[in-house]
Structures are given as C-alpha cells and as structure tokens.
C-alpha cells in the first residue's frame, strides 16, 4: 500500500514567461521589456566567462571548503565573523528556512502587513499561521525596504523572532545589520543591486548560534559553485546603484505627469497607489511593457533611460492620447567571448551610447551612430584575456545584425549614401549601398588596428555594400574619419523615399 500524496499547497505563483507573452500578444519574445522583476536591466560587468572559468574546472567536485572565500568575503564587507553567515540559493530559500526554523506549526506576521508574498508561503510551507500583530507572532518578517510598497518601516519591538529582509537595502542606503547584535536574522540577496537573480545566491546574517542553527536543518551546499563564483566576483567590484537612483527619480516625475503618482520609494521600483492595475496592465501588454499589478497599486521596476521612455511611450499612448512610440530593435550576442546587448532606433536623434571596455572602438561605433542620426545603446564586457579582437568584432556584428533586422526588407529607404569626412590632416571617403549583399572594400592607410576588420563585420552582419578609402598620416584621425563617414552615408541611405523597395528586382 503507497501512501497518500500530501495536497500540493498554494505555492508562489511566476509572472507569465516572455514565450508566453509572446504567443499572447503576437509579439517577438525578444520585444518585451520587463518591468515586473524589480532586477537590473543587464548584468554586472563581472559576470562574465573568465569569472567562471575556475569553478567549470572543478565542476565534477563539491566544494568541501563551502564556498569559503565567498563567505570571507560577505563576512567582510559586513564586518562580521565568518560563522555568521549562512549562503542560501536565493535569499527565498533563506526566508523558508527561516519559517522552519522559528515558526514550525506556530505563527507569522509581517512589517508592514501588505508585503512581500513569499512570507506566507513560507509560512505555509512551516505549518504556520499567519496572524496580524506583530507582536503576537513567533516569526515576523520586517521587509526593509518594502516589496511592493517601497517603503522604508521603522523596525518594530518584538517578542518573536525578528527576520529583516534587506533585499534592496542598497538601494535605501540604510540597513539595520547592527540589529544582529540583538538577536536578529538579516536577509541579503545578490538578485537585485547586484544583477545575479539568475544565480539564484541570497545569504543571512546573524548571530553564530542561530547560523548553526540555520545550517544544520539546510541541504548542504544549496548553491551551486558556479554562482558562487558570480557571486565572488560580484562582491570585488560591488555596484554602484547612483545611476539607478537618478533614473528611478526621473521616473517618478514623467509618471507624475501622467497622473501617475508614485510613493516615495527606496528601492529600484515605483509603487503607484491605484483602482484595478490590472487593466493598466493588460492595456499595456501589446506593447510589449510587462508591469505587476497588486490588490491596491501597480509596481514599475526602475529599468534605464532607454526602457524606461517605451514604457512612458506606451504609457502616453494609452492615457494621453500621445504618440504611439517608435520601436527600438532589441538584439542580443552571446558567445564564449563576448557578452553584448544592443538597442536601436535607426532613425533616431543621435543619443548614442556604446560601453564594451574597448575604449577606442567605442567611440568609433558612436561616431557612427550619431552621425548616422540613429539612438544607440550598445553594452556588454569581453574577456579582456583575449584581447581587442573578439570584441571589436562582436561589437560591430552584433550591432550589425541589429542594424539588419531593423530595416526589415529595406522598403521606401533611398538604398545609396555617400560622404567624404575630414578630421585633421585625414580624409576619407564612405559610399553605402542597402544591397543585402554583403561586401566591403577598404583602404584604410594607416590602419589603428581593426577598423578594416570591424566595417567588414558591419558589412556581413547588415548585409550592405560598403566601399571606404581613408588616408592620412594619424591612424586614429584615419578611422575616426572613416567612422563618421560610414555614419553619414548610412544616414543619406536610411532616408526615407517613397514606399517601393529601390530594386528592379522588387527585393533588397
Ligand atoms: N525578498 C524580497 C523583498 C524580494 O522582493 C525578493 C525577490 N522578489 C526576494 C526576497 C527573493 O530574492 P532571491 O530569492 O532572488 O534572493
């Protein structure tokens, strides 16, 4: 006789999938932004192969030192022992040991009473009851800053035992880890200001009896060796959430002037008290926006200017009869050398970023971008140990294919451009056809390196005709000209004319 399955419990429930949204709205999944994850819109520069590439090595082996550097290196940057940290995969598997723990079949409560939901399936999970006051609880969870509300709460006096989630704590700039002292559990997590959420590695701090505690009723070694690793190389170059905080507050303003009115947050997402957010939600899904609504508010992850301005172009669209807005082609690389995701707009007003760690091709690919009117945003990190060469070309493939897929099949574009840039003693001399073949013929005299290289993977990757002659006596004036001019003759033909595919052969 088989025992009787236990009745499954109602577990967390995940947003839908972007493959989801996806075959919903007729969308590319590639299309969609997500505003509902509360993460950050890319991931560190840290997280990269080299970072790894050790722990692959030994990825048959279990870590009998149990991710010790990485617990030094917590204990560290909290100015605590080693003992006093616990890793958990996530801190939401920290936040259910810790309703194992301290509240098995008793009871919950949590700071402020609309909260993060993974308290009360926690507590679920334990055989706890939820309950209201505080101070009646055996557990209570404080989530400082708040989830969803933002909010900071003060810390309340408590009988039970205190857990402090300060899962955006970098965000407020304040954290109440002086509070282990007095026998609370302080909750930490690398899915948020770090950019790991995918790493799945959270840890508590807290007095070295309780973490034995913890310890002893957890799966040894929950994290695997991989994201600890992340996780170390994360902590060495700690981030720096200042542009966020910025960005959060110019946010908050365009939303204000859409009637959308935020409470003060000290996270990176906005709470905005409201009737049925649902519908607001669902109004915005076509445009490929993905925002969480609550019982009582709608919650808009902080994301960066350039994802931030298609939600508040939706958002314009919908509720104040603005523009609808114009689409950026969103496209990613990934290989065992590069990391790099580009955004683009090729008719654009030249707001042109390009931050890959290759200083000089960064500037050249922006010179190109703003001369070739298109607003670009291209960022991600190569391995340094293999030089110059894969990222420059997978800078320029990458924003190449972008390039390819934006211009779709090349309808009502004038197809040729041509110009000729100076800069200094230098002159060169760009001509662009949109062919859909693809083939480059360069002369560049003196040659800083790669810039023949880079314009042949532009000319691959968005399959266009390319002829430059650049020449003079400085290599970096050489290609900065060349790069500006590729950029003004991508520009002349990128304009708009008429509504016919320019080819006898009816296909570009
Ligand atoms: N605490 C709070 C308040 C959160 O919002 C989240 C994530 N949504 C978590 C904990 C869990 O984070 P993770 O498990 O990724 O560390």
Avoid at 100 to 109: D, K, M, P, S
Wanted: aromatic residues 6%; glycine residues 8%; hydrophobic residues 45%.
């Amino acid at each position: 006789m088989s025992r009787s399955l236990p009745p499954a419990l109602a577990a967390y429930q995940w947003p839908p999938s972007n493959a989801a949204i996806a075959a919903r709205t007729g969308l590319d999944a590639r299309a969609i932004i997500r505003f509902d994850g509360n993460v950050p819109p890319a991931p560190p520069a840290s997280a990269r192969p080299a970072a790894i590439a050790r722990a692959l090595a030994d990825v048959n082996e279990y870590d009998r030192g149990r991710y010790e550097p990485l617990r030094a290196a917590i204990a560290a940057r909290h100015d605590v022992a080693m003992d006093q940290v616990v890793l958990g995969a996530g801190s939401d598997e920290l936040i259910v040991l810790c309703a194992r723990v301290f509240a098995e079949n008793g009871t919950v409560a949590t700071v402020p009473a609309v909260s993060y939901s993974m308290y009360r399936y926690a507590a679920l999970m334990a055989g706890a009851t939820m309950v209201d006051d505080p101070r009646d609880a055996d557990l209570v969870f404080v989530c400082r800053p708040n989830n969803p509300t933002g909010e900071l709460p003060d810390v309340p006096v408590v009988r039970g035992q205190l857990v402090i989630d300060e899962a955006y704590a970098d965000y407020a700039g304040v954290d109440a880890l002086d509070r282990v002292g007095d026998g609370a559990v302080v909750l930490r997590t690398f899915s948020k200001a770090f950019g790991l959420a995918g790493a799945r590695v959270g840890y508590a701090v807290a007095d070295a009896e309780r973490c034995a505690v913890l310890t002893s009723r957890q799966a040894p070694l929950s994290v695997s060796s991989l994201s600890a690793a992340l996780a170390l190389a994360g902590l060495a170059s700690p981030p720096d959430v200042s542009a966020q905080i910025a960005e959060r507050a110019r946010l908050a303003d365009a939303l204000a002037a859409l009637g959308l009115v935020a409470t003060p947050s000290y996270t990176n997402f906005l709470y905005v008290p409201m009737e049925d957010p649902a519908a607001l939600v669902e109004r915005l899904l076509p445009y490929g926006v993905v925002l969480r609504a609550f019982a009582g508010g709608l919650r808009i992850s902080v994301r960066d200017e350039v994802d931030d301005d298609v939600l508040l172009g939706a958002l314009s669209h919908e509720l104040a009869d603005g523009e609808a807005p114009v689409a950026v082609t969103r496209h990613r690389r990934a290989t065992a050398e590069t990391r790099l995701s580009v955004r683009l707009r090729p008719w654009g007003q030249g707001r042109v970023l390009v931050s890959t760690g290759e200083g000089f091709y960064d500037h050249m690919l922006q010179q190109l971008a703003f001369h070739g009117g298109m607003d670009l945003r291209l960022e991600g990190v190569g391995d340094p140990e293999t030089g110059e060469h894969h990222v420059v070309e997978d800078m320029m493939r990458t924003f190449g294919e972008a390039l390819d897929e934006a211009l779709g099949d090349r309808r009502g574009l004038a197809r040729y451009g041509e110009a000729r840039v100076p800069m200094d003693e230098a002159l060169a001399h760009a001509v662009v056809d949109l062919s859909g073949r693809a083939t480059a013929t360069l002369a560049i005299d003196p040659d800083p390196g790669m810039a023949a290289h880079a314009f042949e993977s532009l000319a691959q990757t968005a399959r266009i005709t390319l002829h430059v002659t650049a020449s003079g006596r400085n290599a970096h004036h050489v290609a900065e000209a060349a790069f500006k001019a590729v950029g003004r003759a991508l520009a002349q033909a990128l304009a708009r004319d008429g509504a016919m595919i320019r080819s006898t052969k009816g296909s570009l």
